[in-house]
């Protein structure tokens, strides 16, 4: 059996993986999870994230394909948070 060569051949670093970094997908999974949940009491944790999220459910789209859907937003509310210095501001459903 023959030893692959490495991928680069020079002086190259490693290269970045396509499929992103997995640690921060997990946290932002977890995060998505979390806003969808519903407490002991019956109302949701997250009102605005639970009504997105069933909004994507409504319009046919599969559990999984929902949480990313909401995953991706709750990314852009953090990059906005982190890029302009802004707090974060609990949105309402409407």
Known sequence: ???????????????????????????????????TQVSSKGLPRCAASRAYYEKKRNEGKSKKAALTCLMRILVRVVWRMLKQGEPYIKVTAA
């Open 1 to 35: 059996m023959t030893r692959r060569p490495p991928r680069s051949a020079g002086r190259g670093g490693r290269t970045r993986s396509e499929h992103g970094r997995r640690s921060l997908h997990a946290t932002f999974f977890h995060l998505a999870v979390l806003h």
